[in-house]
């Protein structure tokens, strides 16, 4: 499987795009400003959103989405695209987005009873199938409720902890999973640790003390980061003492699970 990183800034710029994967061809995993960067044909391939949160930066191309592939997949004689996220996740995308004044309600749309975008509800810890690839919701620590996510490979998981602050209960569930890849996100610099408390993010120095809780030495993937702050955030990040290889993760970036 093949995990195309469409965006993982932490904010926009020209050449930042906030947090999108595309998993294979199908499944993307949260809608951030990435998405908009593939050919509508490639979009029109999408079937499934996961998504970790209801932040703007992680769903504003759900709507967006619908509207550009609307045609072309009931052309195609394509179901609805399926969006997955917590219950009050989809609450809040129904009554802030797809409200008529925000954006039209695509799930209703372009015929009630064949709409592009439909709701699916998941709960914590919830293992799903999508397109053959498995996802476990994993928990994540943030300001609304949230999630992380992580794909299983025969040989070792992909994991995304999502927006998330200090999280034990997710390193008590990776202890049991062989971790081949984990994106973490390191939204804020050590003099914004305040911030990054206030707002339930890791700045390096909480970061370190996260993946003090990770054994072995595993492919860690910083994401996150504002336009701008990178080298200031990887240099303190490089000054943690950890057993991981930790390296800031780039849009276009391709990380494979088998
Ligand atoms: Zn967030
Ligand atoms: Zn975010």
């Not at 990435?34 to 044909?41: A, F, K, R, W, Y």
């Not at 040989?155 to 569930?173: F, H, I, S």
Request: charged share 20%; hydrophobic share 45%; with cysteine.
């Amino acid at each position: 499987m093949k995990i195309r990183v469409l965006g993982c800034s932490g904010a926009i710029a020209e050449g930042s795009r906030t947090t999108s994967f595309l998993v294979d061809h199908d499944v993307l995993v949260d809608a951030g400003t990435g998405v908009g960067d593939l050919p509508l044909e490639a979009l029109a391939q999408i079937d499934h959103i996961l998504i970790s949160h209801s932040h703007l930066d992680h769903v504003l191309a759900i709507g967006l989405l619908a509207d550009s592939v609307m045609r072309l997949r009931a052309a195609q004689g394509r179901g609805p695209i399926q969006v997955h996220a917590l219950p009050e996740t989809l609450e809040a995308l129904r009554k802030h987005i797809f409200n008529g004044v925000i954006w039209p309600d695509f799930t209703r749309l372009p015929h009630v009873d064949k709409p592009v975008l439909q709701l699916v509800p998941f709960a914590m810890g919830e293992r799903l199938s999508l397109g053959g690839k498995t996802f476990e919701v994993l928990s994540a620590i943030h300001t609304v409720p949230a999630v992380g996510f992580a794909l299983q490979g025969r040989e070792g998981w992909w994991v995304y902890t999502g927006d998330t602050g200090p999280n034990p209960a997710l390193w008590a569930r990776l202890s049991t999973m062989n971790v081949a890849h984990l994106v973490i996100e390191t939204a804020f610099g050590d003099e914004q640790s305040e911030l990054a408390g206030l707002s339930q993010h890791l700045c390096p120095k909480k970061l370190g003390r996260e993946l003090s809780q990770l054994e072995g030495c595993v492919n860690v993937h910083i994401t996150h980061i504002k336009p701008g702050e990178v080298d200031a955030v990887m240099a303190e990040v490089a000054a943690l003492s950890t057993t991981h290889r930790v390296s800031a993760l780039r849009a276009g970036q391709v990380l494979q699970v088998e």
